[in-house]
């Protein structure tokens, strides 16, 4: 029996509840799935797995009722639904939070503490510290090399967190130290919102970079430029080239002794053809 805990997706839950439901029930249809939540459309609920149709709050209480979930499953069900059809960011983590507040113990602790890692900037940073500069347990110091400079609590929740999730551990001397596991966001809804959460604390960083440092340590430059689809395409090519350059060049540096943090940036100023202004 599938467990909605496991799922972010709610037209993927609904999906493959509607498979379960074919192979245990015979008299299970769109049909029958419509009686049983109190509305006349029996292609509403395939219109809602194609993406055609979103769940209203009246809709919500409609499917929860038909699945027959419990309590905790249908608030559960309720804020992935909001959190899926969510259009800001601010939304997005507010429906998110509130699906992690209702999941299982185990899981709840798991994905809390990746959505934190993505959620603050410094919790990269620190990671990428301890690649040249082991810590063992002045959480001041360590607070004080990042900038901006953090609380002595955040870090110390950071270390918690980064050790946690297997990124960090203790060395023989009781030194923090980089493991080599890496930490992957996936390709899902919590996806986008974990990258979307950190590129906006990142691109508020470069903000702040404009009037905190010397020209000397940063390199901020733009460009405004007429584009087509075809050199659009070009473009993101060459960035992605410049990346892995970089990427190699910071692999063969033995005598590493800082953080930086590099952004790509490239969005439209204008709307497409044929698009209404």
Not at 55 to 60: A, C, K, M, R
Not at 74 to 91: I, P, R, T
Not at 160 to 183: A, C, H, P, W
Request: proline fraction near 3%; glycine fraction near 2%.
């Amino acid at each position: 029996m599938i467990s909605i805990f496991e799922y972010t997706d709610y037209r993927k839950f609904l999906l493959d509840y509607q498979e379960e439901q074919k192979k245990s029930n015979p008299a299970f249809s769109h049909r029958y799935f419509a009686q049983k939540a109190g509305f006349s459309s029996s292609g509403l609920f395939s219109n809602i797995i194609t993406g055609r149709r979103n769940l209203t709050h009246s809709l919500i209480k409609s499917f929860s009722k038909a699945m027959k979930l419990h309590k905790k499953e249908g608030d559960y069900f309720e804020a992935m639904v909001l959190f899926n059809q969510a259009k800001s960011l601010e939304d997005k983590n507010l429906y998110y939070q509130r699906m992690l507040q209702l999941l299982p113990v185990k899981t709840e602790v798991i994905n809390r503490e990746r959505h934190e890692f993505y959620s603050h900037w410094w919790y990269s940073a620190i990671r990428e510290l301890l690649y040249f500069d082991p810590f063992k347990d002045d959480y001041v110091s360590l607070a004080k090399k990042l900038d901006p400079p953090i609380r002595p609590d955040q870090a110390k929740k950071a270390i918690v967190t980064l050790e946690s999730l297997g990124i960090i551990k203790k060395d023989s001397n009781g030194f923090y130290r980089q493991t080599s596991q890496m930490l992957t966001t996936g390709k899902d809804f919590v996806h986008s919102l974990q990258v979307a959460n950190f590129q906006s604390e990142t691109i508020s960083l470069s903000l702040r970079s404009l009037e905190q440092h010397q020209k000397d340590c940063r390199n901020i430059s733009t460009l405004t430029l007429t584009v087509s689809p075809e050199s659009l395409q070009q473009i993101n090519k060459e960035i992605e080239s410049v990346q892995n350059r970089i990427l190699k060049i910071v692999e063969s540096d033995e005598s590493v002794n800082s953080v930086y943090q590099i952004n790509f940036q490239i969005f439209p100023l204008t709307k497409p053809d044929g698009d209404e202004l």
